[in-house]
């Protein structure tokens, strides 16, 4: 039998947003028994919640989310646990002993899935460091993703790692809900809204290929 996971942090109102943004507002501004038809309104960032990060967000002449091919958002992927490291930065020897490989999407397991039910944003959270960041580079893989709001370390300097990924066309996920999925191989569908913009929120699922 095969199992869908779905990876999508609902978004509402309140929900815990990178640091400085706007928290999403989730509004009914018409309703059936008042107007004859439900209507909503959403007022939301582009790196809400689970979400796409498009090369537009740190590369000058970056293309939108909505040029980021569907295949390298669908397609095989892994699950890796790292819920075991110490520090908060993962290291391109903890991944090496995962044997990745070219066109790879690979998932991130950090235990960062912890700080999204959190009201404040922060202090510390586990991130890619450049070094594993070079590494995946190297590798050539299609996709990476993680389960905080952000892959890098905040306020790194000009962000060298979200530009060391998207400048060589990887895929960045972030704000991904891992918390039941266990260390595997999947098929992944990630779906960002198909819009010019910097990023945008997605639906992303796993689907287990165990029959």
């Known amino acids: 039998m095969i199992k869908v996971f779905d990876l999508t942090l609902p978004i509402r109102?309140?929900?815990?947003?990178?640091?400085?943004?706007?928290?999403?507002?989730?509004?009914?501004?018409?309703?059936?028994?008042?107007?004859?038809v439900a209507l909503s309104q959403f007022n939301f960032g582009s790196h809400t919640g689970t979400h796409v990060d498009a090369p537009k967000h740190f590369l000058t002449k970056g293309k939108g989310v909505n040029k980021i091919s569907l295949e390298k958002l669908i397609g095989n992927c892994r699950v890796l646990d790292l819920t075991h490291l110490k520090g908060n930065e993962i290291l391109a020897s903890d991944l090496k002993p995962f044997g990745i490989k070219e066109g790879d999407r690979i998932l991130f397991k950090t235990g960062n899935f912890r700080l999204l039910k959190k009201k404040s944003f922060p202090k510390t959270y586990v991130s890619l460091s450049l070094e594993a960041s070079r590494f995946l580079v190297?590798?050539?893989?299609?996709?990476?993703?993680?389960?905080?709001?952000?892959?890098?370390?905040?306020?790194?300097?000009?962000?060298?790692?979200?530009?060391?990924?998207?400048?060589?066309?990887?895929?960045?996920?972030?704000?991904?809900?891992l918390e039941k999925i266990p260390q595997g191989k999947y098929k992944i569908i990630c779906l960002p809204l198909r819009v010019d913009s910097d990023g945008s929120p997605a639906r992303v699922v796993l689907i287990s290929q165990k029959v």
């Open 138 to 177: 190297q590798k050539k893989i299609n996709l990476v993703g993680t389960d905080f709001l952000g892959i890098e370390k905040k306020s790194s300097p000009g962000h060298p790692v979200h530009k060391a990924l998207l400048s060589k066309g990887i895929v960045i996920v972030e704000g991904l809900d």
């Open 13 to 36: 109102n309140n929900m815990l947003v990178w640091q400085g943004d706007s928290p999403p507002s989730l509004s009914q501004i018409a309703t059936v028994k008042k107007h004859g």
